[in-house]
Structures are given as structure tokens and as C-alpha cells.
């Protein structure tokens, strides 16, 4: 089974930085879909990016962009400019394409933007 | 406004009590999927559905059941055989147009506590 791992289990930065939220995964598929989500403390998770595994450009969204390496299994979001909203968990997923409802998870990096 | 609703926000249950936890969307999407969250972890699958009157088992479907008798709803009972049922449940659901990748949208959540 696919495994997600997020190493960082707590950052910080100052607003107006950039950081960079690591995340790893195993797997033996060529074809995947990864996934940044975001869960603020109202709990609510919502999508920050998605990247296809197949596609080798990054995927950016505004102040959101990734650093993928397939090779080297490695999915990284970076986030430039920092505001305070962006205070929240961060959970990377890994979607496979054999079962595509079964989304797998890492345990989450704590971001907390200081003013 | 489209969305996926859940309720209640926070459910109380009794040693022996069988709850239901209600997920409704108004997306039109195919499939609904339920998750359960554990401090310091990610999220797990419990059970989803890609149709009406059809849903498969997650990795921790047990002491849990579910129900898809319409589109727009898939309500969650946790059981009284689920022994640690203490944790944040989270409702998904996506469309399937192009069979997989597609992605998760998510309720706001509902956090069940033991008595």
C-alpha cells in the first residue's frame, strides 16, 4: 500500500516569507495524482493544489507552487509571501490510479505564520 | 450556494448508543466518502460510494455503517461496536467523469465525543 510521509510535524515563518512543506511517498505506479490540502482551525480541509504525476511542469496556484520529483518521490509545497490566513494544518495526499477513491494521507504539518 | 453540509458540528454518544452522522451535498457529484481524523494523524477512510444503493469498505470500516439511498446523502452510523469512537469525522465527495483523479471536496466536519 501507498505510504505519505510528512516529516515536518511543526513549521513556522514570518509573514511575508517563504516556506517550503515537505512531503515524501512510496509507491510502484507510473500514474498518480498528489494533492496539497489545507485545514485551517475551522477544521474545514480545503484543496491548496493537485499535480498529476504524468505532467513534469509544476503546478502553481497564486502564492502556492510545488516542487515535484517523481524520480526521487518527492512532492513539496512552497508557499512565497506568507500571510497570517495561512495558519493551518497542511496534509499532502497521494491519490493512486488503480483505486482512485482511496486517498492516502500523511499526518499533517503544523504552519504557523507570525506577524 | 453549492456545498456539502454536515450535522450535527458536535455529537455526544452514550457507551452503547448507536449515532448517525448526516453528510448532504447539492454538487450533483457521483461519489461521497467518509473519514476519520485522529490527533496527529491523517485522514483514514472509513466507507464510500461511487453510486445510489452502492458503497465499499474502507481500511476501518468496522463498527461503522452507511447508507446511500440518494444522490445528495450519505449518512454515517457509528455503531455501538466501534469501541474508540472518539474522533473528527469528515464527509467527501467528488465527481466521476473521467473515472479517477478527481478531486475531494470536503464538509466542515462533525466531532463526536464519548460520554
Known amino acids: 500500500a501507498q505510504t505519505v510521509t510528512q516529516s515536518q510535524p511543526e513549521m513556522s515563518v514570518q509573514e511575508a516569507e517563504t516556506v517550503t512543506l515537505s512531503c515524501t511517498y512510496d509507491?510502484?505506479?507510473?500514474?498518480?495524482?498528489l494533492f496539497w490540502y489545507k485545514q485551517p482551525p475551522s477544521r474545514q480541509m480545503i484543496l491548496v493544489i493537485r499535480q498529476e504525476a504524468y505532467k513534469q511542469q509544476n503546478a502553481t496556484e497564486n502564492r502556492f507552487s510545488v516542487n515535484f520529483q517523481k524520480a526521487a518521490k518527492s512532492f513539496s509545497l512552497k508557499i512565497s509571501d506568507s500571510q497570517l490566513g495561512d495558519t493551518a494544518m497542511y496534509f499532502c495526499a497521494f491519490m493512486s490510479q488503480y483505486n482512485n477513491n482511496d486517498m492516502r494521507f500523511g499526518a499533517g504539518t503544523r504552519l504557523t505564520v507570525k506577524p | 450556494d453549492g456545498g456539502i453540509t454536515q450535522s450535527p458540528k458536535y455529537l455526544f454518544r452514550k457507551e452503547g448508543q448507536n449515532v448517525t452522522l448526516s453528510c448532504e451535498q447539492n454538487l450533483n457529484h457521483d461519489a461521497m466518502y467518509w473519514y476519520r481524523q485522529d490527533p496527529g494523524q491523517g485522514l483514514r477512510l472509513i466507507y464510500y460510494s461511487q453510486i445510489v444503493n452502492d458503497f465499499q469498505k474502507g481500511d476501518i470500516a468496522e463498527g461503522y455503517s452507511v447508507s446511500r439511498e440518494k444522490k445528495e446523502s450519505f449518512p454515517l452510523t457509528v455503531t455501538s461496536a466501534q469501541k474508540n469512537p472518539t474522533a473528527f469525522y469528515l464527509c467527501?465527495?467528488?465527481?466521476?467523469?473521467?473515472?479517477?483523479?478527481?478531486?475531494?471536496?470536503f464538509g466542515p466536519g462533525t466531532r463526536l465525543l464519548v460520554l
Open positions: 467527501a465527495s467528488s465527481i466521476m467523469t473521467s473515472g479517477w483523479g478527481e478531486t475531494q471536496y
Open positions: 509507491t510502484s505506479e507510473n500514474n498518480y495524482y
